[in-house]
């Protein structure tokens, strides 16, 4: 019988329990696929303490590589073999077998591995769809990215520069700063020590940057807008230091006719085809050799535990593949 974590109350790592389970054979339009490697993401976090709410009890993860053992009824563009990774809900990656919708699954290029895929999947989507949908960075842009060494980070970083952007990173470590300046970015900023809006404009001659992409949530809000140009864009994607409180919208008009988003990956991969779309544009780039993708922590998929307290405790550095 294969084995999955499952979450039967929210709270800390503990909560997680490696558990036998039961997977049957396809509905139709799904497909069973044999999990190769997991991917570990920031949401998970946000699923298991019950910041984004889940029905319990529930399965965890979002992202894994691996094999289609068997199909539903109704899947025809998929057979038993085929080696295929996903990015998005249902949760459930946490686990060693599973059955989901068809429509989810990417086929992967010969030259993409289930770690790399597993790495990759759901921080290049998101880089995918914030760089080339949200906001549509374009040469001569200056961007604001924050935890440049984090695995949406590392890969954003890399993306943005070859789009022939001027990226500035921000992190909390000065092993994190050479990372996120071998990874694209032009400049670096500790914004553990340093005022980083003051910094920015100064790198940027008192202008501010075209876009702010702040997955750091609460503790950059304010200094992410007072980072922008006039009409610039803060694209709040993420809450990793907690959720941003109310504010009045009135600041935007007071910091310069700013767009404010808050963007997520489930509504720019909705639509099959959209997917496919990012897809094929992150398999482009990572296969162009453009943007690097590397595992940097490996834990097996039952020890996810110590994954979690290492990604809250921000020992982590890009990419985490867990493996089941
Ligand atoms: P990361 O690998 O980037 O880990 C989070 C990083 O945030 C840390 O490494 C740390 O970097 C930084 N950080 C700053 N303050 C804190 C804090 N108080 N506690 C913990 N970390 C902190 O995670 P992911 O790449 O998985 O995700 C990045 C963000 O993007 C998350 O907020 C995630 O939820 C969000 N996200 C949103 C998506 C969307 O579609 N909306 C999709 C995917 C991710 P440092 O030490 O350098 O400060």
Known sequence: MPFAIRIH??????????????????????ARVRHQAVGLNYIDI???????????PNGLGLEAAGVVEAVGAGVSDLRPGDRVAYAGGPVGAYSQLRCLPADRLLKLPDSIDAGTA?????????SAYLLRRTYRVQAGDVVLIHA??????????????????????TVSTPAKAALATAHGC??????????FPRRVREITAGEGVAVVYDGVGKDTFVGSLDSLRTCGMMVSFGNASGAVPPFDPLLL????????TRPTLMHYTAKR????????ELFEIVGSGKVNIE????????EVASAHRDLEARRHSGSTVLLP
Request: aromatic residues 8%.
């Open 46 to 56: 946000y699923h298991r303490n019950g910041l984004y709410p889940l029905q319990l």
């Open 118 to 126: 597993a790495a990759m999947m759901l921080q290049g989507l998101t």
């Open 295 to 302: 595992v940097h922590q490996t834990y097996p998929l039952a």
């Open 186 to 195: 032009d400049h670096i900023i500790d914004y553990t020590h340093e005022d």
């Open 273 to 280: 085809d959209d997917l496919m779309a990012l897809g094929s």
């Open 253 to 260: 008009s007071q910091k310069g006719s700013l767009f404010l």
């Open 148 to 169: 440049a060494a984090g695995g949406v980070g590392l890969i954003a970083c890399q993306w943005a520069k070859a789009l022939g952007a001027t990226v500035i990173g």
């Open 9 to 30: 109350r929210t709270g800390g790592p503990e909560v997680m329990c490696w558990e036998e389970i039961e997977v049957a054979d396809p509905a139709p339009d799904e």
